[in-house]
């Protein structure tokens, strides 16, 4: 952005016209255009939007927390006196005026007649330009009116949600108009997209108001909100600061007891503390800072919580993200989401089904690849025998070594069982280098040789809006089986230890494998980098040089897929 008075007079124009809700469609877009093109305009209307919170807020303001070099474009005073020189300069309008009616001399000065003045297109502007009719437009943007029942946002998503009251239930698109009564968010999560392009999840309980198209007040409850580059400036109030958007992500938790905490995840915001006609303060906060403004006003440090707010839902697949850096795989196999919806010792049966899974059984296996239409984020499950299909799109990986096609129990979440033969295991727990797992804190999947599972990364991409980095997990035999092999080992079938084979599929290209692991071998670490364009993770394990899947208590220790936004 060329830096001179015309050209910031220029976007101030836009900008102000933004504000006061009167920006034509083409004018939105060109200032839309010129904050996506030029850093310096993004940073000049961060400036122009923090001095204008400040204008239109009661009371004296101080800066805290800011940069010594960090001046504000629109308060230089070069702006103010090129706007004054301007006006010197500028060519004389002249405004036509009736002519005076002739009197005599000796009579009094007439009083003169009220007229209209017609004022030219060019003088307007002239008037636009001088430092008076700037302080004008300040002074009428603090004490304006805002537009009431103007449509500005949508619910774009809704889980669980109830509200307060029964007859404005609020469902997936219904438009929220600016200055409309308090909503009451009783319980559940809800997300409102407003049309500048900025998000909020709202956490219940709740009751917030939509103040204008780029400003909400929440009078209690929890908000996390995403603001993108042409939506800067965006902002949220509480009974005692408001919080000005700079380029960021943020989550502001609002108590019944007026206290209020900002929490910055990305980016940079402008926190004025202070409510009413007291004096307030100025705090910029940097990515990682956090604040509480107390009931009297005063800021203090606190400890960022990352995972303090909801981030994202999506009610399809029950989604609630607070900003966990991985997604779950053996929560995903337990009928949950990734995120910690899934159960223990649930899993998938070889006719495509989520179910719980208790009956510990050696079976024969199909022959086919099963697709599991019931959960979203599986293509599928198989048993690898040579050649094997490995997803729903036909791709087959032949360097599977031949096997009794038989298999334990399932795929699993966890694997928490009661064991009868000859001698009682009182719970047969997984366990890898000493520690244990198949448990909420310990996630795993028990994938008993033979067996294999194939996860669509396209599907876990379009619902949580990840992208993900890179698979990670531990590999190996449970020692839990040891005890177990200990005691019947002088039986002929248990005299060998056993061993089994483990793979990691990109695609049908081997990206990991291990063969003839046996239970008393450390755990292997694996981390496979994930590209955009990977479609199919496949997780299998087969029978080993053995030839024999018995005490085959194989497992995936801490699948996860890691993301970033």
Not at 129 to 138: E, G, R
Request: aromatic share 8%.
């Amino acid at each position: 952005m060329k830096r001179d008075w015309a050209t910031e007079f220029k976007l101030s124009e836009l900008i102000l016209l933004k504000i006061s809700g009167d920006i034509r469609p083409e004018q939105a877009d060109r200032l839309r255009k010129w904050l996506q093109e030029d850093p310096e305009a993004v940073e000049y209307y961060v400036e122009y939007m923090m001095q204008y919170a400040g204008l239109t807020q009661p009371g004296d303001i101080s800066i805290a927390d800011l940069p010594e070099e960090k001046t504000s474009p629109v308060l230089e005073t070069s702006l103010w006196l090129a706007l004054s020189e301007f006006e010197k300069k500028a060519e004389a309008v002249e405004v036509e005026r009736p002519p005076a009616e002739s009197r005599p001399a000796t009579d009094p000065p007439a009083r003169p007649r009220q007229t209209r003045t017609q004022v030219s297109r060019f003088s307007l502007y002239t008037l636009l330009l001088s430092s008076a009719a700037m302080l004008f437009l300040i002074v009428y943007a603090r004490f304006a009116p805002s537009v009431r029942g103007m449509e500005v946002a949508t619910v774009s998503d809704a889980l669980n949600a109830r509200w307060g009251q029964a007859e404005r239930t609020l469902r997936e698109g219904t438009r929220l108009a600016t200055k409309s009564d308090p909503l009451w968010l009783r319980e559940g999560l809800v997300t409102l997209s407003f049309d500048n392009g900025s998000r909020v999840v709202l956490e219940g309980p709740a009751q917030f108001e939509i103040l204008t198209g780029d400003q909400i007040h929440l009078n209690y409850g929890r908000l996390y909100a995403a603001v993108p580059t042409q939506a800067i400036g965006f902002i949220v109030s509480t009974a005692n600061s408001k919080i000005i958007d700079l380029g960021t992500e943020f989550g502001v938790k609002a108590g019944v007891d007026g206290q209020t905490e900002v929490h910055v995840m990305r980016g940079r915001t402008m926190l004025i503390s202070g409510a009413g006609k007291h004096s307030k303060t100025q705090h910029e906060l940097q990515q990682g800072q956090a604040r509480a403004v107390t009931t009297a006003g005063t800021v203090e440090d606190i400890s960022l919580r990352n995972e303090a707010f909801v981030r994202r839902i999506d009610s399809q697949t029950a989604l609630v993200w607070k900003g966990q850096k991985a997604i779950d795989l053996a929560d995903i196999v337990g009928g949950g989401n990734g995120l910690g919806t899934g159960q223990i010792n649930m899993g998938i049966n070889y006719s495509g089904q989520t179910e719980m899974l208790e009956t510990f059984t050696s079976e024969q296996g199909p022959t086919d690849y099963i697709p599991v239409p019931d959960n979203p984020f599986i293509d599928g499950v198989f048993i690898p025998n040579g050649p094997s299909q490995v997803s729903s799109g036909g791709i087959v990986y032949d360097g599977f070594e031949a096997t009794n096609g038989r298999y334990w129990l399932g795929v699993l979440n966890g694997a928490w069982h009661q064991i009868e033969r000859t001698v009682k295991v009182p719970r047969h727990q997984l366990r890898l280098d000493g520690k244990e797992y198949g448990t909420p804190n310990n996630p795993a999947i028990y994938l008993s040789s033979n067996q294999g599972i194939t996860f669509d990364l396209d599907a876990v991409r379009s619902h949580t809006k990840m992208e993900l980095t890179r698979f990670t997990a531990l590999c190996g035999l449970s020692e839990s089986y040891r005890q177990y092999w200990e005691i019947m080992k002088d039986y002929p079938y248990f005299r060998e230890v056993p061993n089994a084979s483990f793979y990691v599929l990109i695609d049908g290209q081997v990206r990991f494998a291990q063969r003839d692991m046996a239970s008393t071998d450390p755990a292997m670490r694996i981390a496979v980098d994930l590209a955009a364009g990977d479609r199919y993770l496949t997780l299998a394990t087969t029978e080993g040089s053995d030839k024999t899947n018995n005490g085959d208590w194989t497992l995936f220790a801490r699948p996860v897929l890691e993301i970033q936004e």
